[in-house]
């Protein structure tokens, strides 16, 4: 009878024992989970990598670093910076510990900086004004543009102090004549008749001559120059047409030169917009850069692709248009502050998104025409 009872103890001690056990290994994998840490990003609003949606950010760098944050047990606190600049200056001084948006890896950059694995390929691309190719010509504006050029003003005024020259001569042999073109002897108005003949003559041919012999000859004489002065100018007038035809659109980098180029402040595309030899204008959002094209206070604008693609698909549908292919290739990658231990925590975290399909789903949410 003892045997049994102790049986029976023994075994549920054993049994308590065992939910000791169980309890107690639960209780310390609950410690060894440790608790989210906090951690500074910077960013900056650059559709559709940064998309600002009333308090909320998303777009394709936000939900990559979310997807990786989530792995890595980090909580995120994202602060916005108006330019790429300001934002380098938050990760450098250490407010931010790194920074994700739409940030080119560069050799400068990595002087005072370490990148991730890049997180997307892109490059530089021109957009400009209109809905598709040619599509912002207009026909008045471009025979205003060739009035008002450089060349034309330029012969106007070599036309106007030509017609001085003769006009002068007329006027002081035709002045006394009876029956010369020049009613009267005064200066004024009698000048002024003298001008009409001499534009009249030059432009086609005037409908009366002088009688005084000497203004005579003056007149041949003057008839031939301006043959001649009409001849060259269309000659000119018709070079210059025929190049504004040929250069005239912006089609790639090399048209560049000498235009009005609008870029964000502190970028890399205003680094080589100025290696093209163009004005830069800097802005601080690239939202600036949309509104001066639309404004006709810039010929075109220089930015990444990706986000330029993005605009002109959506919001500037119609208005705006891509030309050439991206001409400067780029990739973006996450910042750090030299040393940053969770640099390669990010890296391994990026290869396995890659590979269990996460960042394809990511990317195709966000670069994919539906």
């Given at each position: 009878?003892?045997?049994?009872?102790?049986?029976?103890?023994?075994?549920?001690?054993?049994?308590?024992?065992?939910?000791?056990?169980?309890?107690?290994?639960?209780?310390?994998?609950?410690?060894?989970?440790?608790?989210?840490?906090?951690?500074?990003?910077?960013?900056?609003?650059?559709?559709?990598?940064?998309?600002?949606?009333k308090?909320?950010?998303?777009?394709?760098s936000?939900?990559?670093?979310?997807?990786?944050?989530?792995?890595?047990?980090?909580?995120?606190?994202y602060?916005?910076?108006?330019?790429?600049?300001?934002?380098?200056?938050?990760?450098?001084?250490?407010?931010a510990?790194?920074?994700?948006?739409a940030?080119?890896?560069?050799?400068?950059?990595?002087?005072?900086?370490?990148?991730?694995?890049?997180?997307?390929?892109?490059?530089?691309?021109?957009?400009i004004?209109?809905?598709?190719?040619?599509g912002?010509?207009?026909?008045?504006?471009?025979?205003l543009?060739?009035?008002?050029?450089?060349?034309s003003?330029?012969?106007?005024?070599?036309?106007?102090?030509l017609?001085?020259?003769?006009?002068?001569?007329?006027?002081?042999?035709?002045?006394?004549?009876?029956s010369?073109?020049?009613?009267?002897?005064?200066?004024?108005?009698?000048?002024?008749?003298a001008?009409?003949?001499?534009?009249?003559?030059?432009?086609?041919?005037a409908?009366?001559?002088?009688?005084?012999?000497?203004?005579?000859?003056?007149?041949?004489?003057w008839?031939?120059?301006?043959?001649?002065?009409?001849?060259?100018?269309?000659?000119?007038?018709?070079?210059t047409?025929?190049?504004?035809?040929?250069?005239g659109?912006?089609?790639?980098p090399?048209?560049?030169?000498?235009?009005?180029v609008?870029?964000?402040?502190?970028?890399?595309?205003?680094?080589?917009?100025?290696?093209?030899?163009?004005t830069?204008?800097?802005?601080?959002?690239?939202?600036?850069?949309?509104?001066?094209?639309?404004?006709?206070?810039?010929?075109?604008v220089?930015?990444?692709?990706?986000?330029?693609?993005?605009?002109?698909?959506?919001?500037?549908?119609?208005?705006?248009?891509?030309?050439?292919?991206?001409f400067?290739?780029?990739?973006?990658?996450?910042?750090?502050?030299?040393?940053?231990?969770?640099?390669?925590?990010?890296?391994?975290?990026?290869?396995?998104?890659?590979?269990?399909?996460?960042?394809?789903?990511?990317?195709?949410?966000?670069?994919t025409?539906?």
């Amino acid at each position: 009878m003892v045997l049994p009872m102790l049986t029976v103890f023994g075994r549920l001690a054993l049994a308590l024992w065992l939910a000791a056990m169980l309890a107690s290994t639960a209780l310390a994998e609950q410690k060894v989970q440790p608790e989210p840490r906090d951690i500074a990003v910077a960013t900056r609003i650059l559709p559709p990598l940064v998309v600002e949606q009333k308090d909320n950010l998303s777009g394709f760098s936000i939900e990559l670093w979310n997807a990786i944050a989530a792995r890595l047990k980090l909580k995120t606190n994202y602060a916005p910076a108006p330019d790429v600049r300001a934002l380098l200056e938050e990760v450098r001084s250490g407010k931010a510990e790194i920074g994700v948006a739409a940030i080119s890896i560069t050799a400068a950059r990595e002087v005072e900086f370490e990148f991730s694995q890049p997180i997307l390929n892109a490059g530089l691309q021109i957009m400009i004004r209109g809905g598709g190719r040619d599509g912002d010509a207009s026909p008045l504006w471009d025979l205003l543009g060739l009035l008002f050029s450089k060349t034309s003003l330029v012969w106007l005024g070599v036309a106007l102090l030509l017609l001085l020259i003769p006009s002068h001569i007329v006027w002081l042999l035709e002045r006394r004549h009876p029956s010369g073109i020049v009613p009267t002897s005064s200066y004024i108005p009698g000048i002024f008749y003298a001008m009409f003949w001499s534009a009249a003559t030059l432009a086609t041919q005037a409908e009366n001559q002088p009688r005084q012999w000497l203004a005579r000859v003056v007149a041949v004489f003057w008839m031939f120059t301006g043959i001649v002065f009409v001849a060259l100018y269309t000659a000119q007038l018709a070079a210059t047409l025929t190049v504004q035809q040929i250069q005239g659109g912006i089609n790639g980098p090399d048209d560049l030169a000498g235009r009005k180029v609008a870029t964000t402040r502190g970028s890399t595309a205003a680094n080589i917009v100025r290696e093209l030899r163009a004005t830069v204008v800097e802005v601080s959002r690239i939202d600036e850069a949309y509104q001066a094209l639309q404004n006709r206070e810039v010929d075109a604008v220089v930015f990444d692709s990706p986000v330029l693609l993005y605009y002109a698909a959506n919001e500037g549908k119609g208005r705006v248009h891509m030309v050439g292919t991206p001409f400067r290739k780029e990739d973006y990658g996450i910042i750090f502050r030299p040393g940053n231990p969770l640099r390669r925590q990010v890296n391994a975290t990026l290869l396995q998104l890659r590979e269990d399909g996460t960042y394809q789903q990511i990317y195709d949410k966000w670069f994919t025409s539906r």
